[in-house]
């Protein structure tokens, strides 16, 4: 019995020193820039969706306004340029992932400061083209963060960095969710966006605070830079200058993909990647008409869904980046795609119970409990990824991919959920976690972490 105690009291204790990790100037950074990260983004969804709704715009026309949001669908085009260029003046006194957060978080107050000047009712053409600025400049602000956030943090942090910067992303929705719409209970719209815009100061000052990533105080190194300089060459027909020109787009634009290409077993991590949270996807995408023709309120869905939920997300963030500090990020992907897959069983308990709220916050604990930690796992995943000389290319790739995966293959959900019974679905919906899972044990065995992970 005290073997076992004193090898619990050993576990609790390196349990609490890995929490100080939390407590690193980075890391915390992280969190902050996270908020900025999360703040414009349903500024675009469902908090502009409302406005327009108070506008008496008509529904097909707010559906239409979801075509705004298609920049963060899109973002790894322009991403390579964002990795490559300098911003002028601004690159050499705040350093180069410095100087494009300032940029792209001035462009974006700006953009949220245009839109709020706007009439939906009176110039509903105006507004969806702010938004669009809006989206672009949020799209551009994440390509950025994301690269920083990468780069200023050691490969052992990449783990808490990744719940960092999801709970500072939740922390952001939050305040342009439940806040923006509850100013908009005795302000204007207008105003509300005012107060949005300057809430985008937090990320300023963060970065303000803040240093550049070592790995880009020196300038940018390419990967492969004779094989750029080889394609530049490749045209003799041209003056010198524009093969060098030439060769600086290939490099910015073709290396990056072409790098990650030879990398061994790519096809089967970006499988996995469209895989890991299939299982997940499928069930958030009918979670509230479950929760609806189980008989709860809306006022019951709002607190156990949204408020109770959040804290339990968080805890669960947090949680994950500690499993990945400890354990590594392929047991730490295992272990929380287990619990990912189980938690879909209580939903399938929840079906068989029915209209229970107590049941109902056991459910919705379990699942963001786990959602949190393998959102951790997984961002931390793709972080580690990316090859240091692309990094702001290839994590906007790869974010990319796994979103547009995730909302293809989940689109049949909702047909499954008319011809099943509820907890034949979350069996499925479990049981869709399951090749994600086997294939990430075989990676585990052919393909070690720092082979994915290393460049050309």
């Known amino acids: 019995m005290a073997l076992f105690d004193a090898g619990g009291n050993r576990t609790v204790k390196s349990w609490l020193a890995a929490t100080k990790v939390y407590f690193d100037r980075r890391v915390i950074t992280v969190l902050f820039l996270g908020f900025s990260s999360g703040l414009p983004l349903l500024l675009v969804f469902s ?231 299939l299982g997940d996807a499928y069930l958030g995408v009918m979670a509230n008409p479950f929760y609806v023709e189980m008989g709860f309120s809306k006022q019951e869905i709002a607190a156990v869904s949204k408020v109770f939920g959040m804290g339990a997300t968080i805890i669960g963030g947090l949680v994950g980046g500690i499993v990945v500090f400890r354990y590594g990020i392929h047991r730490a992907l295992l272990g929380c795609g287990i619990l990912m897959a189980a938690s879909n069983l209580v939903f399938a308990a929840q079906a068989a119970v029915g209209h229970s709220v107590p049941m109902l916050m056991l459910t919705i604990a379990v699942e963001n409990l786990t959602g949190g930690m393998g959102t951790t796992a997984f961002v931390a995943y793709l972080s580690s990824l990316c090859n240091i000389a692309y990094t702001a290319t290839q994590y906007a790739l790869l974010s990319s991919f796994m979103a547009f995966a995730r909302d293809v293959l989940s689109a049949s959900s909702g047909w499954l959920a008319d011809h099943v019974e509820w907890v034949g679905f979350f069996l499925f919906s479990t049981g869709l976690a399951l090749p994600g899972l086997v294939l990430l044990l075989w990676m585990m065995r052919r393909m070690p972490l720092e082979e994915a992970r290393g460049s050309s």
Not at 224 to 247: K, N
Request: charged share 15%.
């Open 47 to 277: 908090t502009l969706s409302l406005w327009l709704k108070d506008e008496g715009i008509s529904k097909t026309v707010i559906g239409l306004f979801a075509l705004v949001r298609m920049p963060y669908t899109f973002k790894f085009v322009w991403a390579p340029l964002i990795d490559r260029l300098s911003v002028p003046f601004l690159g050499g006194w705040l350093g180069r992932r410095r100087a494009w957060v300032v940029v792209t978080q001035i462009a974006l107050m700006a953009s949220i400061l245009a839109l709020a000047s706007t009439s939906p009712s009176l110039t509903p053409g105006l507004t969806a083209l702010f938004a669009l600025f809006v989206a672009f400049c949020s799209a551009s602000q994440d390509i950025v963060i994301d690269a920083y956030r990468i780069e200023i943090l050691e490969q052992r942090q990449q783990g808490v960095g990744a719940a960092m910067i999801v709970n500072g992303y939740r922390f952001g929705l939050l305040t342009a969710g439940a806040g923006a719409i509850s100013f908009a209970d005795f302000l204007s719209w207008s105003q509300v966006y005012v107060i949005m815009a300057a809430m985008v100061v937090v990320g300023l000052v963060t970065i303000l605070l803040s240093a550049e990533p070592e790995t880009r105080q020196n300038g940018i190194g390419l990967a492969d830079p004779e094989g750029a300089r080889r394609f530049g060459a490749r045209f003799p027909w041209m003056s010198h200058g524009m093969r060098g020109v030439a060769g600086w787009l290939y490099g910015a634009m073709v290396c990056p993909f072409a790098d990650f290409m030879k990398r061994q077993g790519w096809v089967c991590i970006l499988l996995f990647i469209m895989l890991y949270k």
